[in-house]
């Protein structure tokens, strides 16, 4: 019998074509599980797509997708039109999200309900009986399931945080290893490598520490 193995994937940021080499890398088992730590938009040249990727595998396999910031910025920018703005902006990368949907207006309503589904029901935090896994940070001393999405969603490793009380091992993203080589602290790992900055995109199996990683154009990296 295979042992099913878990996935963490870091954050893509419109790669789909980086995230279909990765996948194809890892080859996943009908057993498996993928869990994507957000920002699966923005920046890159194909947003959609990659929504379409996350979608189409979990008809497949056991997908945990979690929250990103960049989800979050978008969800508000839809609800708030004082956030349309930082969404749009060159820092955030919205306009190259709305131009995967093939538009290059500001129009919102050209992104199809089901992705919205998708984004509504993403997760804050997931856990296992070792490891959890959130997009940016998370505070040592709080419950998992008290977090706040400041600090969850937004709060980069400058501010870094000591182990969690619970004893499990967080994974995270969002804080870019400019080197291309995950951030290991032993309790904690950042596995976000730079994909949306010129980085590559990669996976852990959390149990054994195995890593596979590509670039954004999709070659083994």
């Known amino acids: ?21 990765l996948l194809r890398a890892i080859d996943l ?6 869990i994507f730590l957000g920002d699966y938009l923005d ?12 979608l189409q595998l ?5 997908v ?4 990103g910031n960049h989800e979050a910025a978008l969800l508000d920018a839809r609800d708030r039109d004082s956030a349309r703005e930082f969404w749009l902006s060159p820092a955030c990368g919205g306009l190259a999200t709305l131009a995967s949907y093939d538009t290059e207006a500001v129009d919102l309503g050209v992104i199809p309900e089901r992705h919205w589904q998708f984004l509504e029901q993403l997760a804050l935090v ?9 997009h940016a940070n998370y505070a040592a001393n709080w419950p998992l399931d008290q977090h706040d999405s400041r600090t969850a969603l937004w709060l980069d490793l400058r501010e870094f945080p000591g182990p969690h009380y619970s004893g499990k091992r967080a994974i995270v993203g969002h804080t870019p290893q400019s080197d ?9 790992l950042c596995i976000d490598t730079g994909c949306g900055f010129g980085g590559c ?3 852990l199996e959390v149990d054994s520490g195995e890593i596979w990683q590509v670039s954004e154009q999709g070659l083994s990296a």
């Not at 019998?1 to 080499?21: K, S, W």
């Open 180 to 188: 291309g080589c995950i951030l290991d602290a032993g309790y904690l």
């Open 126 to 134: 997931h856990e296992t009986d070792s490891h959890f896994f959130i």
């Open 201 to 203: 995109l990669t996976a």
């Open 29 to 34: 088992q009908p057993e498996d599980t993928v």
């Open 43 to 54: 920046r890159g040249p194909d947003s959609r797509g990659v929504v379409e990727r996350i």
């Open 58 to 62: 979990q008809a497949r396999h056991r």
């Open 1 to 21: 019998m295979v042992n099913p193995r878990t996935f963490a994937i870091g954050d893509i940021h419109g790669h789909a074509r980086a995230l279909d080499a």
């Open 64 to 67: 945990i997708p979690l929250l």
